[in-house]
């Protein structure tokens, strides 16, 4: 569709963390971070049509874990934010609404900023629809208030993370990779493993020059980690028998949590491999959430 009546959908990719490390702690008890995240073109899609009033629907294969949470589900409030926003920058123009939907593809609470991910995406939808698009600082200050994966999400590029979340700085030249993704369908909240991280804090893990191809990552990544992983595998055990499973796939270059967990992600050297292998863990696996295909190399989709 096209003019007023136009309806946006923006892709919401799965966030992964390829390292992470708990570099230190702030006073307010918030951790700090350093890791370098890319993005897969495996997600959901948010889609924004024009409408009265803000509403949401969901649907798509995980759609059921974000039952009952109606006003708190991120979509919704990364709407509102951004209306009020609007408002605020342009009190003249006429108050919009928006219809919402929300094809849920990711697992809820599974460590690759799903949730985040969407709410980037709303308002990158809402930015479209509405044509009042905010600066790049403001866009920046909405989605830190969402959450701290959400700035990185809204970059939607390989970032490296400092601070809480929130401080980017572009990862340019991380080379192409196929990945499998693999969850045990246990919601693991981060807030319960940081609750239970113990021990001190990680040095950083950045690295120059960028490698240039898969395994030259995939050797880098060796000597760094997830420093949640050990916290996450005492509240979900299963964690364990999906990294030895995915670390042991014909091809596999390595294999980690990411995020605060219960995914796990193996990486590749192409697209081919990891859908070769992606299909044999979800043959042996049926009981897993398992999706495959390779770091999205280009902005997030809008149709």
């Given at each position: 569709?096209?003019?007023?009546?136009?309806?946006f959908?923006?892709f919401?990719?799965?966030?992964?963390?390829?390292?992470?490390?708990?570099?230190?702690?702030?006073?307010?008890?918030?951790?700090?971070?350093?890791?370098?995240?890319?993005?897969?073109?495996?997600?959901?899609?948010?889609?924004?049509?024009?409408?009265?009033?803000?509403s949401?629907?969901?649907?798509?294969?995980?759609?059921?874990?974000?039952?009952?949470?109606d006003?708190?589900?991120?979509?919704l409030?990364?709407?509102?934010?951004?209306?009020?926003?609007?408002?605020?920058?342009?009190?003249?123009?006429?108050?919009?609404?928006?219809?919402?939907?929300?094809?849920?593809?990711?697992?809820?609470a599974?460590?690759?900023?799903?949730?985040?991910?969407?709410?980037?995406?709303?308002?990158?939808?809402?930015?479209?629809?509405?044509?009042?698009?905010?600066?790049?600082?403001?866009?920046?200050?909405?989605?830190?208030?969402?959450?701290?994966?959400?700035?990185?999400?809204?970059?939607?590029?390989?970032?490296?993370?400092?601070?809480?979340?929130?401080?980017?700085?572009?990862?340019a030249?991380?080379?192409?990779?196929?990945?499998?993704?693999?969850?045990p369908?246990?919601?693991?909240?981060?807030?319960?493993?940081?609750?239970?991280?113990?021990?001190?804090?990680?040095?950083?893990?950045?690295?120059?020059?960028?490698?240039?191809?898969?395994?030259?990552?995939?050797?880098?990544?060796?000597?760094?980690?997830?420093?949640?992983?050990?916290?996450?595998?005492?509240?979900?055990?299963?964690?364990?028998?999906?990294?030895?499973?995915?670390?042991?796939?014909?091809?596999?270059?390595i294999?980690?949590?990411?995020?605060?967990?219960?995914?796990?992600?193996?990486?590749?050297?192409?697209?081919?491999?990891?859908?070769?292998?992606?299909?044999?863990?979800?043959?042996?696996?049926?009981?897993?959430?398992?999706?495959?295909?390779?770091?999205?190399?280009?902005?997030?989709?809008?149709a």
């Amino acid at each position: 569709m096209t003019g007023d009546h136009a309806a946006f959908s923006v892709f919401a990719p799965a966030k992964i963390n390829l390292y992470l490390h708990v570099v230190g702690r702030r006073p307010d008890g918030y951790h700090l971070l350093d890791s370098l995240v890319a993005f897969a073109d495996i997600g959901d899609w948010v889609t924004a049509a024009p409408a009265d009033l803000l509403s949401l629907t969901v649907g798509g294969p995980e759609a059921e874990a974000l039952a009952g949470l109606d006003d708190e589900n991120l979509v919704l409030r990364a709407a509102r934010l951004f209306a009020a926003a609007a408002e605020a920058r342009r009190p003249a123009a006429t108050r919009r609404g928006a219809e919402l939907h929300l094809d849920k593809q990711l697992p809820a609470a599974s460590g690759i900023g799903g949730g985040s991910s969407d709410a980037a995406a709303t308002l990158r939808a809402l930015d479209r629809l509405w044509r009042q698009p905010l600066d790049p600082a403001a866009l920046a200050a909405l989605a830190l208030q969402l959450g701290a994966d959400t700035p990185a999400c809204m970059a939607a590029r390989p970032v490296w993370v400092g601070g809480i979340g929130e401080r980017l700085e572009p990862a340019a030249g991380l080379p192409a990779a196929g990945i499998v993704l693999a969850n045990p369908r246990r919601p693991l909240p981060t807030a319960a493993v940081f609750a239970a991280r113990r021990g001190g804090f990680t040095s950083g893990g950045r690295f120059q020059p960028m490698p240039g191809d898969a395994a030259g990552l995939a050797a880098l990544l060796a000597s760094r980690s997830n420093d949640l992983t050990e916290a996450a595998e005492t509240l979900v055990p299963e964690i364990a028998r999906v990294l030895r499973r995915l670390s042991r796939l014909p091809d596999a270059l390595i294999a980690r949590m990411s995020g605060s967990g219960a995914t796990c992600f193996a990486l590749f050297a192409d697209r081919a491999a990891a859908l070769a292998a992606g299909a044999i863990v979800a043959e042996e696996n049926p009981e897993w959430w398992t999706a495959a295909g390779a770091f999205l190399t280009a902005p997030p989709p809008v149709a």
